[in-house]
Structure formats: C-alpha cells, structure tokens
C-alpha cells in the first residue's frame, strides 16, 4: 500500500519540531541513497575551508572596505 503526501501531511503539521527535524534528516539521507551519494560517516575526518592563511582573500575583502564610504555616528 502507497501513501501519498497529501494523506500524510496532516499528521506531519502535528509533530513536534524535534520530530520535523528528525524526519527531514531521514528524508535527506534516503534521498542520498537513492542517489548512490556517499554521505558522511563516523569516524572519517574530512577537509575543510578555513580564514586562516588565506592572505588572498583578505586582501580583496580590505580593498572592498577600504572603498565604501561608511559614515558612523558617535
């Protein structure tokens, strides 16, 4: 037997929203597989884009400060 969204949403409006929270991870990593994504797993370290020693990019972010005019009031 198939459900369809619209018999269920009732039910959804009613849950808690740990619970929609809850269901929205479980829809998300379904989906996943379906795709054949590979998702995130424990235990794995993963890379990561950080501020730090990223010279090129302050300097384009001083020069867009550097050209707007912002009068502050004291």
Known sequence: ?????TEILPALKTLPRIEKLRL????VF?????????LLTDNHSYP?????????????LLKVLEGEQVNYVV
């Open 48 to 60: 990561i884009w950080t501020p730090y020693n990223a010279h090129d990019a302050a300097a384009t």
């Open 30 to 38: 379904e989906l996943a597989q379906e795709e054949d994504e590979i």
């Open 24 to 27: 929205i991870q479980f829809l």
């Open 1 to 5: 037997m198939t459900t369809t969204i």
